[in-house]
């Protein structure tokens, strides 16, 4: 990647109807999740957060309608729950809002905004973020993507949110469904001014860099033969489909997640009706 101001992503966020329910599915899939968050009255949302190593998943909920949350409320209504777009860690957010500006994409902000955060010993602090988008139309595989600065890590990655019962280290993927696993590949190339590795089962491998999770374009059909006896009722015609982990310990992940998955040739699998539309799989690294 030669876009001088992200470095690999930072985060996922899975959009929710109900954000009590799905933290409480979450939980019982073995993470920690952060203490309930509130954005400001502007975003209209609310969120918990699951801190990993270098990266963290983000269940998003809106909490009131505003024209900032318009595109995810379009997206539950459409689509249902699940993947709806994955951030970037963004070295200096204006500047690589004016980078992609200048290659031909109108950023979308930079904005910034906090929320309040309780931190272990009881106190109450903030989480500060400055943000940029791209266009909303230039999502990838139904992808939406944005970049993500953070001011205050110290009140994000709070090592006591970043223990699993189900030994969660970081993602490995980011699975994105779609009917032309090449042509959304290389949207995503140009975007993030990167590269694309095709797998011999047709995938479409496009690492973002920063020795990060990568993207992966797949086929329903090839979706199903990497997760073989795995139901994929729940998941989307297009779009972000599936988290794959690296585990601690794989067994330990198959307790934690308990009759909602399965251990199986690949790792530990919780199909997407389990799991807020998103397939979620623990492999070793």
Request: charged fraction near 20%; include cysteine.
């Amino acid at each position: 990647m030669t876009l001088k101001n992200i470095i690999g992503i930072d985060h996922a966020v899975i959009s929710v109807k109900d954000l009590d329910a799905a933290a409480a599915v979450w939980k019982k899939l073995g993470f920690t999740l952060s203490p309930r968050g509130t954005h400001s009255a502007k975003m209209g949302s609310g969120n918990y957060t699951i801190m990993l190593g270098p990266d963290y998943v983000e269940l998003l909920g809106v909490i009131s309608d505003t024209e900032h949350n318009a595109p995810m409320r379009k997206f539950l209504a459409e689509r249902g729950e699940g993947v709806e777009r994955v951030a970037f860690t963004a070295v200096d957010s204006a500047a690589g809002a004016e980078e992609i500006t200048a290659r031909g994409y109108q950023a979308l902000g930079p904005t910034d905004f906090e929320r309040p955060v309780t931190l272990p010993n009881g106190t109450v602090s903030a989480a500060k973020f400055r943000v940029f988008h791209w266009p909303i139309e230039e999502a990838p595989g139904g992808l939406r993507i944005f970049a993500c600065q953070h001011y205050t890590r110290e009140t994000v990655w709070i090592p006591e949110l970043m223990q699993h019962a189900n030994t969660a280290k970081r993602m490995k993927q980011v699975l994105i469904v779609t009917d032309a696993p090449e042509q959304d590949a290389a949207h995503m190339v140009k975007l993030i001014d990167g590269t694309a590795r095709k797998e011999s089962d047709g995938a479409v491998t496009v690492p973002p860099g920063g020795d990060r999770a990568d993207f992966v374009f797949m086929t329903r059909d090839v979706l199903a033969k990497r997760f073989p006896g795995t139901s994929l009722d729940g998941a989307p015609a297009r779009g972000g489909v599936g988290l794959v982990f690296i585990a601690g310990d794989l067994d330990a992940a198959e307790k934690a997640v308990g009759s909602a998955g399965a251990k199986t040739d690949v790792g530990v699998v919780v199909p997407p009706a389990n799991a807020n539309g998103t397939l979620v799989a623990f492999v070793k690294a």
